[in-house]
C-alpha cells in the first residue's frame, strides 16, 4: 500500500505539531505568567520609553537655560520645576536616565561577555590556561575597583563615556567567570560534547557553539542583573563626582547635586532618586523572574 504525497505532508505536518514546545517557548511562558515578572517588564517598559521618548514632549533640552526662572517648582511651563542654573528638571532627569540605562546595559554585556569566554575557556582547556585565567581573575576581585575608577575620572570628560563603561564592565565579571568554569570542567565530560571532540571539532568551536550555549540560562540572569548593579554603581561614582563628567549628566549626578536642595526645593531630588528606584526594582524583579522561569523546579515560576 502506497501513501500519497498528500498523506506523507499531512502525517509530517502532524508530527510537527505533536513536537514538544522549544526551551525558549517554555521559559517565556513561565516568566509571562510570573506576576513580578509582567510587573517588572512593564515598569522597565516604561522606563526606556520615558527616557527616550519623554524628551520630544517637553519644550526644553537638557542643554537650554530659562534665566528667567531659577529653582522654581513644578509649573505649566517646567513640568517638574528647573534647578538652580535655570535648567528643566524634565529634560536633565530624562537626559541622566538615558545616560544610566545605556552605561548600565552596555556594561553588564560586556561584563557577562567577558565572565562567559574566560570561565568557558579556563574550564575547558585546564592546565596553563586554567590557572593564567584564573590567576588574573583573584587578581581583578582583589583590585579596589571604586579606588581605580576614581583615579581614571579625569579620562572620562569631554564625552569619553564609553571608556567609563569598558573600565567599569572589567570590574564586572569576575564572580560569574568562576561559576562558569566550574559549569564548563562538568560539561565538556557529557556525551556531546565527546562526540564533538571525536569528529575533529576544534576547541574554541566547541566553547563557543556548545559549552557557552548550554549555560545560556545563567548568563541571561547574570546579564539582567548586572546591569542594576552597574546603574547603581554609576550613579555612586557619578554622586562623588568620578563617573559621567560634565557637561554631560547621569542619575547620580543629579542626585548629587539635587541633594544639597532636597530640604527647600525637593523636585530637584526626588524625581531622579524616585526613577533610579523604579529602574533598579523593575530590572531585579525582571531578573528574579528570569531566574525562576529558567529553573524548571522553581515555584513562583508558575504561579
Known sequence: MTISDEELAEQRAGIDRIKAPSRLR???????????GRIGFALLALM???????????????????????????SAEHWWGTLQTGADVYAVTLRGMQKSLIVGLLAAVIGTTLAAVVGAFAGYFMGWADRSLTWITDLMLVLPAFLILAIMSPLFAEGQ???????????LWMVTSKIVRSMTISLKEREFIQAARFMGVSPVRIIFRH????MSSLLAVDATLNVSAAILTETSLSYFGFG????????????????????????????????????????????????????????????
Open 26 to 36: 517554555v521559559v517565556a511562558g513561565r516568566f509571562s505568567r510570573s506576576v513580578q
Open 244 to 303: 559621567i563628567q560634565p557637561p554631560d549628566v547621569s542619575l547620580g549626578s543629579l542626585i548629587a547635586d539635587g541633594a544639597k536642595t532636597a530640604v527647600y526645593a525637593p523636585w530637584t531630588f526626588w524625581f531622579c532618586a524616585g526613577l533610579l528606584i523604579v529602574t533598579v526594582l523593575a530590572v531585579n524583579l525582571v531578573g528574579d523572574s528570569l531566574r525562576d522561569a529558567f529553573d524548571p523546579t522553581a515555584k513562583r515560576a508558575g504561579q
Open 161 to 171: 563615556w564609553p571608556l567609563f563603561v569598558l573600565v567599569l564592565a572589567l570590574f
Open 211 to 214: 559549552v557557552i550555549p548550554n
Open 48 to 74: 526606556f520609553l520615558l527616557a527616550f521618548a519623554g524628551p520630544h514632549l517637553g519644550r526644553w533640552t537638557y542643554t537650554d537655560k530659562d534665566f528667567m526662572a531659577f529653582l522654581q517648582p513644578p
